[in-house]
């Protein structure tokens, strides 16, 4: 886990620049700009209308204990989930000895209800921008979720269908929010999953929107237009890394208890418990928002080189692949490289790694001093342009070129 601070600033070309957080918070607004410039809106549901559309969404009806041994039934009742002054609300109950038929008929009983909704069979897509716009419930025992599946769950299953978690939290760790990636290698059944957080103390009283950025080649996920978490796709086309080619339908729901959201138990003192959600919007990347090269070099000189190479990662510039990005020698050079593709006006922390350690974090990083340094862990930082671009080499573990 960690905590993002505002970071970015749109460039013309890229530089590097190490500390210095104050810079970087006061040049955040014309990222946030750019971002929205680079996508055209293709889908969205405002929730302006009286009743829940139902040419957009389906509300699911689960019996509890279904998945992540939660303790929730969920219901396709108006009590659970409605509309109320332009928002979706998605409310849990304490309802103790409530019975019904799951939709397979069987009859289950519960002493808690909510509410799952999701676009499977109506709409998905593949790459976009997400944004949701939400308040979350506060209480130990809450586990709000935004996320999505991908539409061919149904014949191969779940991980090889892919997930993405724009957004979840519980209650019980109030303020951190986290995203996720969860594939046939990478997943939580084996504590593998690709996460990121960052800490918003004000979830559970405000409104806050909520960003996955999703291309062929990268998924990001932000919180009010700051990124804090990053996947670069380097899966050579496995799909057991990345089945993130195909389509994917939105997920909403609150559940209570389970593997996560029950760790600390439940505190039946804050039912009923509501998920507020003020708008979904799905964009699609302009031809103004495509890509670009950057290339990132690292020197050698003074250092013995692994014998597995060189790597980058760390920070929010993650891979599909656990050990990191592969670096590549220049022949005839000391000098290390590896090309990216990343969406312009964004930035990045990352370190180069002397090794490939997928099972270790602790293994082979370059130790930074804090003169070029950014953030708890002491990462490099960058910020993108506009324009494909070659850094300039920096010698291992230190703040400048080799001498």
Same mark, same amino acid.
């Given at each position: 886990m960690f905590i993002i601070k505002n970071i970015v600033?749109?460039?013309?070309?890229?530089?590097?620049?190490?500390? &210095?957080?104050?810079?970087i918070e006061a040049e955040n607004k014309s990222i946030e700009q750019n971002i929205t410039e680079n996508w055209n809106l293709i889908w969205s549901d405002e929730f302006e209308q009286d009743d829940i559309d139902n040419q957009k969404w389906n509300k699911l009806r689960w019996r509890p204990g279904w998945v992540n041994n939660e303790q929730q039934a969920y219901t396709d009742r !108006?009590?659970?989930?409605?509309?109320?002054?332009?928002?979706?609300?998605? =409310?849990?109950?304490?309802?103790?000895?409530?019975? !019904?038929? !799951?939709?397979? *008929? @069987?009859?289950?009983?519960? !002493?808690?209800?909510?509410? =799952?909704?999701?676009?499977?069979?109506?709409?998905?897509?593949?790459?976009?921008?997400?944004?949701?716009? @939400?308040?979350?419930?506060?209480? =130990?025992?809450?586990?709000?979720?935004?996320? /999505?599946?991908?539409?061919?769950?149904?014949?191969?299953?779940?991980?090889? &269908?892919?997930?993405?978690?724009? /957004?979840?939290?519980?209650?019980?760790?109030?303020?951190?929010?986290? *995203?996720?990636?969860?594939?046939?290698?990478?997943?939580? /059944?084996n504590g593998t999953q690709r996460s990121g957080g960052i800490e918003v103390q004000t979830v559970t009283d405000s409104f806050h929107i909520y960003t996955l950025e999703w291309d062929s080649t990268y998924i990001r996920f932000m919180v009010d237009n700051t990124p804090y978490f990053f996947v670069y796709n380097d899966s050579n086309g496995d799909q057991d890394k990345w089945p993130f080619n195909r389509n994917h339908y939105l997920i909403i729901n609150l559940a209570i208890g389970g593997d996560w959201g029950g760790v600390q138990g439940i505190d039946q003192t804050q039912f009923p418990m509501e998920m507020e959600i003020d708008y979904v919007r799905v964009y699609k990347k302009t031809d103004s928002g495509k890509s670009i090269k950057v290339k990132f070099q690292v020197d050698m000189k003074n250092e013995m080189v692994s014998g597995t190479g060189l790597w980058v990662s760390g920070g929010n510039l993650s891979s599909s692949n656990s050990g990191g990005v592969q670096m590549f020698l220049i022949p005839g050079t000391t000098i290390w490289e590896t090309e990216l593709i990343l969406p312009k006006s964004s930035s990045f922390t990352f370190k180069f790694r002397n090794g490939y350690f997928p099972d270790s974090w602790s293994s082979g990083w370059e130790q930074l001093s804090n003169e070029c340094s950014y953030g708890q862990y002491n990462n490099r930082y960058v910020n993108i342009g506009e324009q494909d671009t070659v850094l300039a080499p920096v010698c291992f573990g230190e703040c400048v070129t080799c001498e």
């Open positions: 600033h749109l460039f013309a070309l890229i530089l590097l620049i190490f500390g &210095c957080e104050e810079n !108006d009590t659970n989930i409605f509309i109320r002054d332009g928002k979706l609300i998605v =409310r849990a109950l304490i309802e103790p000895g409530y019975v !019904d038929n !799951d939709y397979t *008929g @069987s009859e289950y009983n519960t !002493d808690f209800t909510s509410g =799952r909704l999701n676009t499977a069979g109506k709409y998905s897509w593949k790459y976009g921008k997400f944004e949701i716009k @939400s308040k979350l419930p506060k209480g =130990r025992g809450s586990w709000p979720a935004i996320w /999505m599946l991908g539409s061919n769950i149904g014949t191969i299953g779940w991980p090889d &269908c892919g997930e993405i978690d724009i /957004m979840e939290h519980v209650g019980y760790d109030e303020g951190n929010i986290h *995203g996720s990636i969860h594939t046939a290698d990478y997943n939580h /059944m």
